[in-house]
């Protein structure tokens, strides 16, 4: 049991340091072009290596903007998570469960979805050419998602021994 608990907790931190990293990377969506690669993130917009804010249609941009706000609360979640995890270890009674801890991760799990989603839904018309594709960081935060909800699950599941 302690080799499982320790094994969802490796796994917990690789999800929250992947989270941070494809909400911070520019390279959700990712191509190349006749001045090089170029990169488009949550953030930026980099051309062969010259980055600015990005330009997508005025009604796009609120929906840009949620994609934002969904994955920065999904790092605080899943943060949030990892912390109370650590706090029920230590406080919790034996035979009881990680409810709390498991909540949380599948709020987080929630957020990583609708994020994801919106993106997924509302912008690769922006991206048509033959060599556009998606970038590490959406395939990152389709990870993270997976994880957090898998990770979610066994905290609801699993009795501290």
């Given at each position: ?80 998570s ?5 706090v ?72 501290k021994?």
């Open positions: 049991m302690l080799v499982l608990l320790a094994g969802i907790f490796v796994v917990h931190i690789a999800t929250v340091v992947m989270l941070f990293v494809s909400t911070i990377a520019n390279v959700w969506m990712a191509g190349t072009s006749a001045q090089g690669t170029n990169s488009t993130g949550l953030w930026l917009n980099c051309d062969a290596g010259k980055c600015h804010q990005i330009a997508f249609a005025e009604g796009d941009m609120p929906s840009l903007k949620a994609v934002q706000a969904f994955m920065i609360l999904a790092i605080i979640f899943s943060f949030v990892l912390v109370m995890f650590v029920q270890l230590f406080t919790m009674e034996k035979g009881k469960r990680f409810y709390i801890t498991g909540a949380i991760m599948l709020i987080c799990w929630l957020f990583i979805l609708i994020a994801v989603s919106i993106y997924t839904a509302r912008f690769p018309h922006y991206f048509t050419a033959p060599k556009d594709h998606h970038g590490y960081s959406f395939i990152l935060a389709w990870i993270c998602f997976c994880f957090s909800f898998i990770i979610g699950i066994l905290y609801l599941v699993l009795r021994k």
